[in-house]
């Protein structure tokens, strides 16, 4: 059964990097051809998706995002990872990692079951 | 446009049927899929392309596209159906994907 799980710190500064780690158990990153997403939800707000990353490693960002998001796979730890730079309050959201499937129809079937990331000084 | 609209309320009585939409001029090239999200819980999947339900997705839950709206619909409205719902999609260029504002389902 796949499952996704992310991890990072619990708690960024304003203008430092908040770094997020989703690891994938269940099936090989490498060897399957799916997207995999990151998507995050400020309290009280909607859904947001931030960026996603291929297998092969080609990325896709949200383009209110891009200049501050970088997202990488590891397919050594299966893992994929979101650093997001220079921070406000505005990023404080819980943030999912998904798993994208892109032929012919588009969904995210599979989600991580998100963490908290506050900023704050 | 890069944007999809859906109305933030929804109410429908107990065992009624309730349609939820969403907007956006991506919605004539692309399916929209469709996300339940609870207090507290990651968003669940729960229709997508042309009227598909992964597996554990209540078959009350259908989904249809007309032009540039889709919608989601729930047969036989349940208690356990008051949730958060989304749209989801991808914009004209096809390389980004863009959640709807996300409509909240009362069940009365």
């Known amino acids: 059964q796949l499952q996704l799980q992310e991890s990072g710190p619990g708690l960024v500064k304003p203008s430092e990097t908040l770094s997020l780690t989703c690891t994938v158990s269940?099936?090989?990153?490498?060897?399957?051809?799916?997207?995999w997403g990151w998507v995050r939800q400020p309290p009280g707000k909607g859904l947001e998706w931030i960026g996603s990353i291929y297998y092969t490693g080609n990325t896709y960002y949200n383009p209110s995002l891009k200049s501050r998001v970088t997202i990488a796979v590891d397919t050594s730890k299966n893992q994929i990872s979101l650093k997001l730079s220079s921070v406000t309050a505005a990023d404080t959201a819980v943030y999912y990692c998904?798993?994208?499937?892109?032929?012919?129809?588009?969904?995210?079937?599979?989600w991580g079951k998100g963490t908290t990331v506050p900023v704050s000084s | 446009s890069s944007e999809l609209t859906q109305d933030p309320a929804v109410s429908v009585a107990l065992g009624q049927t309730v349609r939820i939409t969403c907007q956006g001029d991506s919605l004539r090239n692309y399916y929209a899929s469709w996300y339940q999200q609870k207090p507290g819980q990651a968003p669940a999947l729960v229709v997508y392309g042309k009227n598909i339900r992964p597996s554990g997705s209540p078959d009350r839950f259908s989904g249809s596209r007309s032009g540039n709206t889709a919608s989601l619909t729930i047969t036989g409205a349940q208690a356990e159906d008051e949730a958060d719902y989304y749209c989801?999609?991808?914009?004209?260029?096809?390389?980004?994907?863009?959640f709807g504002g996300g409509t909240k389902l009362t069940v009365l």
């Open positions: 269940g099936d090989s990153i490498s060897a399957s051809s799916y997207y």
């Open positions: 989801n999609s991808r914009d004209s260029s096809g390389n980004v994907w863009m």
């Open positions: 998904a798993r994208q499937v892109a032929h012919f129809y588009y969904y995210m079937d599979v």
